[in-house]
């Protein structure tokens, strides 16, 4: 799907953060800036602070190894106190891969991601359906919509108990599912055994995005795609 057109906006002040292991952090600032035409703060896992920002971005990696469980030491670095107060006042997250271990880990959203039903490291494009365009987040997308975006996880298995699966369901708050190209789920689909094929989820105001695919890897069209640009650009669009 051909992203909207979105001009540079230097008003959208982000940050990202970096843990020990990270390894897209590198990749979300080169997007961020193509979007935006500034340099987003890169913020050190050890810092006590965030910088003034309308956007914080937990990025893919493998923090502090994956010791533990993947996401759980980083929930506990000095820097994720003052992401859980911003995301308390409304400060959008945005949590990709590794990202979204260490969100879970942090209660900023329910369920928690546990090791692919192959047990194996899966790297790979695959095709998401776009569950809802009313967010910040998918706003450029439409309802329905089939993307196609990277994963590359060990720990992608979306869990969460029944209630709490059925919340998400009914307030609308599952943001992406695997889907073939026709927008049909399945298990040949899904490519780590999440439960409800569930690829994202916000919180409940929306605030928040968790999700294992990479939007990041496929925002420019000398990569092989841009149907991760839509994202940035609205999210751009949304805080201008």
Same mark, same amino acid.
């Given at each position: 799907?051909?992203?909207?057109?979105?001009?540079?906006?230097?008003?959208?002040?982000?940050?990202? *953060? !970096?843990? %020990? +292991?990270?390894?897209?952090?590198? /990749?979300?600032?080169?997007?961020?800036?193509? &979007?935006?035409? =500034?340099?987003?703060?890169?913020?050190?896992?050890?810092?006590?602070?965030?910088?003034?920002?309308?956007? *914080? !971005?937990? %990025? +893919?990696?493998?923090?502090?190894? /994956?010791?533990?469980?993947?996401?759980?030491? &980083?929930?506990? =670095?000095?820097?994720?106190?003052?992401?859980?107060?911003?995301?308390?006042?409304?400060?959008?997250?945005?949590?990709?891969?590794? +990202?979204?271990?260490?969100?879970?880990?942090?209660?900023?959203?329910?369920?928690?991601?546990?090791?692919?039903?192959?047990?194996?490291?899966?790297?790979?494009?695959?095709?998401?359906?776009?569950?809802?365009?009313?967010?910040?987040?998918?706003?450029?997308?439409?309802?329905?919509?089939?993307?196609?975006?990277?994963?590359?996880?060990?720990?992608?298995?979306?869990?969460?108990?029944?209630?709490?699966?059925?919340?998400?369901?009914?307030?609308?708050?599952?943001?992406?599912?695997?889907?073939?190209?026709?927008?049909?789920?399945?298990?040949?689909?899904?490519?780590?055994?999440?439960?409800?094929?569930?690829?994202?989820?916000?919180?409940?105001?929306?605030?928040?995005?968790?999700?294992?695919?990479?939007?990041?890897?496929?925002?420019?069209?000398?990569?092989?795609?841009?149907?991760?640009?839509?994202?940035?650009?609205?999210?751009?669009?949304?805080?201008?």
């Amino acid at each position: 799907m051909p992203p909207r057109a979105a001009g540079r906006n230097a008003s959208m002040k982000a940050a990202v *953060i !970096v843990f %020990p +292991g990270s390894n897209c952090d590198r /990749d979300v600032k080169v997007t961020l800036e193509a &979007a935006t035409g =500034s340099t987003p703060a890169m913020v050190w896992h050890g810092d006590g602070e965030l910088p003034n920002c309308d956007l *914080i !971005v937990l %990025p +893919g990696g493998f923090s502090y190894g /994956d010791y533990l469980r993947s996401g759980a030491m &980083a929930a506990n =670095s000095p820097i994720m106190r003052a992401v859980i107060d911003a995301a308390r006042r409304g400060v959008r997250v945005l949590a990709i891969c590794n +990202g979204f271990q260490v969100a879970t880990e942090s209660s900023l959203l329910p369920g928690v991601l546990m090791p692919n039903a192959s047990l194996r490291f899966v790297c790979k494009d695959v095709l998401l359906r776009v569950e809802t365009a009313a967010s910040e987040f998918t706003r450029n997308y439409a309802e329905g919509d089939v993307v196609r975006m990277p994963i590359a996880h060990r720990d992608g298995n979306y869990f969460a108990q029944k209630d709490e699966l059925d919340a998400l369901e009914s307030d609308g708050l599952v943001a992406f599912r695997y889907c073939d190209s026709k927008g049909a789920l399945s298990d040949d689909v899904n490519p780590n055994g999440s439960a409800r094929n569930i690829a994202g989820i916000f919180n409940k105001n929306r605030t928040i995005l968790g999700m294992m695919p990479h939007p990041e890897r496929l925002a420019d069209a000398r990569l092989g795609g841009t149907d991760g640009k839509a994202m940035f650009d609205g999210l751009l669009a949304s805080i201008a």
